[in-house]
């Protein structure tokens, strides 16, 4: 009996990469206006962006139904595995009280993981469990860890432009034009679940000052365990600057810092020119 893995789109891995990782992802829906594609399958991430920056409103983003998850379940189990689903922060989707709905029918065989995260959050708690299952850990022994391990996931962002903010509505549009005249970079990150604003800097190099110091606050970062650095636009060339940067944090830790790409989940409230990391925290 072997131990299966699940993930939605909102992990930011494509259908593509999920093949080649060996796990099943189930996309989401993404529209923008009437046109409708599913996430990582024909809508990759920086196809999205092209589209965000010409869009005058934010795409809309779908939850996964119940019936998908149990066709996905029933799929994965017929062989007698077991499953572990690793899914969408339950305050940013009903995604996960989905997937427990369809779960139900499958006598113990499927365990879902609130990942309380989304984006390269769910990427690592994924890293792990497939860890886990290679070392001969079992689906519930996996679903344990998981849980715990959660905890202690770390994911911000310096973002480039307040705009998208402002068009989800979690900044006024006062404050949207006082920050672009002042050349405010927020910091956001996802806390308890959900995606909050945790601090202001005037300038790049200020906001980037700020989330090392966001990072030191955690404790720093625990090497032991996966992490990411993370961006979002059509090039990653932000990221790569920041990293050189902010080297005395991993240099003696790690050789280099792997990095993704963020799509709709939380590139939709960043917008493109975001930087930031995703690891796990010491504290």
């Not at 809508?43 to 996964?64: G, N």
């Not at 709709?264 to 925290?281: N, R």
Request: proline content about 3%; hydrophobic content about 40%.
């Amino acid at each position: 009996m072997a131990v299966k893995f699940l993930i939605d789109s909102a992990s930011d891995v494509s259908k593509k990469e999920a093949e080649s990782m060996g796990v099943s992802m189930l996309p989401m829906a993404i529209t923008f206006g009437t046109e409708e594609y599913f996430d990582g399958v024909d809508l990759l991430p920086v196809q999205f962006y092209e589209k965000l920056v010409e869009s005058s409103e934010l795409p809309k983003t779908s939850q996964i139904s119940a019936y998908r998850f149990e066709e996905e379940f029933e799929r994965l189990t017929a062989n007698g595995d077991q499953v572990v689903a690793i899914v969408i922060s339950s305050k940013l989707s009903g995604t996960y009280n989905m997937a427990c709905q369809a779960s139900e029918k499958f006598n113990g065989k499927v365990f879902v993981v609130d990942s309380m995260s989304a984006a390269t959050g769910e990427r690592l708690l994924l890293e792990i469990g497939l860890s886990m299952a290679k070392n001969g850990s079992t689906a519930e022994e996996i679903y344990q860890e998981l849980n715990k391990k959660k905890e202690k996931i770390v994911i911000m962002a310096m973002v480039d432009t307040l705009e998208y903010l402002k068009k989800g509505g979690r900044v006024s549009a006062a404050v949207a034009f006082a920050g672009q005249m002042l050349s405010i970079k927020p910091v956001v990150g996802i806390v308890d679940g959900e995606v909050k604003l945790l601090g202001k800097a005037m300038g790049s190099r200020k906001a980037n000052n700020l989330l090392n110091q966001l990072v030191a606050q955690k404790g720093g970062i625990d090497f032991s365990l996966p992490c990411s650095g993370l961006w979002s636009g059509l090039s990653d060339a932000l990221i790569q600057k920041y990293l050189r940067d902010s080297a005395p944090l991993y240099k003696e830790s790690i050789d280099q810092v792997p990095v993704h790409i963020l799509g709709p989940t939380i590139g939709t409230h960043v917008g493109p020119g975001a930087v930031g990391v995703a690891f796990f925290g010491k504290k």
